[in-house]
């Protein structure tokens, strides 16, 4: 069956960094579209970043020069390298999975409405900037 695993999360200083990581399997990696999203509290999920199967990345204009999303097809995971975190970056983070038939057809943004969007999830990895 399907997973999606994030790791990496954590309490970390305004200003530092940390890396997440989300390992797939149960599905054909390299197929799929992958996404981070994140929850603050109180908040609905916001997509943040994405990677299309060109290589195209894509981020919401909040990440957009501190985040950066790559992937990995040899080790079917893809990684959220977070820098110069701020206390607003705080929330559970997701990565997500979502299949285009065409690479044409992927995003080049975060879509506004990340729950309906992709196909698979994560259970999440809490950061907290403090």
């Known amino acids: 069956h399907v997973q999606l695993v994030e790791s990496g999360g954590g309490l970390v200083q305004p200003g530092g960094s940390l890396r997440l990581s989300c390992a797939a399997s149960g599905f054909i990696f390299s197929s799929y579209t992958m996404g981070w999203a994140r929850q603050a509290p109180g908040k609905a999920r916001e997509g943040i970043a994405g990677i299309r199967r060109d290589g195209d990345e894509y981020y919401a204009g909040s990440v957009k020069g501190r985040f950066t999303i790559s992937q990995d097809n040899a080790k079917d995971t893809v990684y959220l390298q977070m820098e110069s975190l701020k206390p607003e970056d705080t929330g559970v983070y997701y990565c997500?999975?979502?299949?285009?038939?065409?690479?044409?057809?992927?995003?080049?943004?975060?879509?506004?409405?990340?729950?309906?969007?992709?196909?698979?999830w994560g259970q999440g990895t809490q950061v907290t900037v403090s």
């Open positions: 997500a999975a979502v299949a285009f038939d065409v690479v044409q057809s992927e995003p080049r943004t975060p879509h506004p409405c990340p729950g309906t969007f992709y196909d698979y």
